[in-house]
């Protein structure tokens, strides 16, 4: 896909874009923008994992949470009109569950357990174009994902360097 940007002139003002913009200092990296830009990232998660030892197993249990929220803005025109102007917002929860029991002896090994993830995630992208004549668009999107797990495992010593290995995994995903 091939792209074109057509700068028009504007009569009078020699060098100028068609917004009557023009770079006064010279510098292709500096820019003069009517708007600040803004990146605001906060994230916040915890996890713990709990082991408890019996006399043949071992229950573990691992849950996590993530909270996350965006927010971002810019002045996409880098000029000092109202050209282009992009925001963007996006806010996360996702959690998890894992339960898991885990035992055996020598020859044989074996875990079997059960998973859990969720997420919900808004987001919605928005590019304002009302500063060189084009409408302003949004998009919204929504994420709601759910996914489970049951699964286990079995491991047995044939000869000191010979272990055979058989696992099962049984998942949903929403």
């Given at each position: 896909?091939?792209?074109?940007?057509?700068?028009?002139?504007?009569?009078?003002?020699?060098?100028?874009?068609?917004?009557?913009?023009?770079?006064?200092?010279?510098?292709?990296?500096?820019?003069?923008?009517?708007?600040?830009?803004?990146?605001?990232?906060?994230?916040?998660?915890?996890?713990?994992?709990?082991?408890?030892?019996?006399?043949?197993?071992?229950?573990?249990?691992?849950?996590?949470?993530?909270?996350?929220?965006?927010?971002?803005?810019?002045?996409?025109?880098?000029?000092?009109?109202?050209?282009?102007?992009?925001?963007?917002?996006?806010?996360?929860?996702?959690?998890?569950?894992?339960?898991?029991?885990?035992?055996?002896?020598?020859?044989?090994?074996?875990?079997?357990?059960?998973?859990?993830?969720?997420?919900?995630?808004?987001?919605?992208?928005?590019?304002?174009?009302?500063g060189v004549g084009f409408i302003s668009?949004?998009?919204?999107?929504?994420?709601?994902?759910?996914?489970?797990?049951?699964?286990?495992?079995?491991?047995?010593?044939?000869?000191?360097?010979?272990?055979?290995?058989?696992?099962?995994?049984?998942?949903?995903?929403?």
């Amino acid at each position: 896909r091939i792209m074109a940007l057509i700068a028009l002139a504007v009569p009078g003002t020699p060098g100028a874009d068609c917004l009557g913009y023009q770079d006064r200092d010279g510098n292709p990296f500096a820019q003069d923008n009517n708007r600040e830009k803004l990146s605001d990232l906060q994230k916040f998660g915890a996890a713990a994992t709990v082991n408890w030892a019996f006399d043949n197993f071992t229950f573990t249990s691992i849950s996590a949470f993530q909270n996350v929220n965006k927010l971002y803005q810019e002045d996409a025109d880098a000029g000092p009109v109202d050209g282009i102007k992009v925001d963007d917002f996006a806010n996360s929860q996702q959690w998890s569950q894992e339960l898991r029991l885990a035992g055996g002896t020598n020859p044989v090994r074996w875990t079997a357990g059960f998973y859990y993830f969720g997420r919900i995630v808004h987001s919605g992208p928005r590019v304002d174009l009302t500063g060189v004549g084009f409408i302003s668009g949004r998009a919204f999107a929504h994420d709601d994902t759910k996914s489970w797990a049951l699964f286990g495992q079995t491991e047995y010593d044939f000869a000191p360097h010979w272990t055979g290995v058989l696992g099962l995994r049984y998942t949903q995903d929403k």
